[in-house]
């Protein structure tokens, strides 16, 4: 399985926000591979959104997904034999833009709450990796924490 994270943010990820997303990407390479990806520019992230098949849209909002949901929902898409997946992380300037279309209808794939709380794009991309790492050490049945 290979996740592409999309990080829409027009300003420099900061250091340790980087590290640490290449921490779990390393650490996510025993299970399946990833792509962490900033885009800087909006023609690029539409062009990429259009041509990804199988996306998933990040936002924030009420009934974030729990770790244990979430790694159901990655063990489902590994059995619907899904070569690749698309998460899309908009920047909080363009959020609103984005969450109107939950509720317009625009977007009919699936989206998912990581939490309640408004991140930055850049920290809601490491969350992401660190519940996808998370999701797959539960699937596994190997503990968490080491």
């Given at each position: 399985?290979?996740?592409?994270?999309?990080?829409?943010?027009?300003?420099?990820?900061?250091?340790?926000?980087?590290?640490?997303a290449d921490e779990y990407t390393k650490r996510?390479?025993?299970?399946?591979?990833?792509?962490?990806?900033?885009?800087?520019?909006?023609?690029?992230?539409?062009?990429?959104?259009?041509?990804?098949?199988?996306?998933?849209?990040?936002?924030?909002?009420?009934?974030?997904?729990?770790?244990?949901?979430?790694?159901?929902?990655?063990?489902?898409?590994?059995?619907?034999?899904?070569?690749?997946?698309?998460?899309?992380?908009?920047?909080?300037?363009?959020?609103?833009?984005?969450?109107?279309?939950?509720?317009?209808g625009d977007y009919q794939g699936d989206i998912?709450?990581?939490?309640?709380?408004t991140m930055s794009s850049s920290l809601t991309?490491?969350?992401?990796?660190?519940?996808?790492?998370?999701?797959?050490?539960?699937?596994?049945?190997?503990?968490?924490?080491?």
């Amino acid at each position: 399985m290979r996740y592409e994270v999309y990080i829409y943010n027009k300003a420099r990820p900061l250091a340790y926000l980087k590290d640490a997303a290449d921490e779990y990407t390393k650490r996510l390479s025993r299970y399946c591979k990833t792509g962490y990806h900033y885009i800087k520019k909006e023609k690029i992230w539409e062009k990429t959104w259009n041509q990804a098949s199988d996306r998933i849209l990040i936002l924030p909002g009420k009934g974030s997904v729990s770790s244990e949901a979430f790694s159901r929902k990655l063990e489902s898409l590994e059995m619907e034999g899904k070569g690749s997946v698309s998460f899309f992380i908009p920047d909080p300037v363009h959020l609103r833009e984005w969450c109107t279309c939950q509720t317009t209808g625009d977007y009919q794939g699936d989206i998912i709450n990581l939490s309640d709380f408004t991140m930055s794009s850049s920290l809601t991309g490491v969350v992401l990796l660190e519940q996808i790492y998370r999701g797959y050490r539960i699937m596994h049945h190997h503990p968490y924490h080491k």
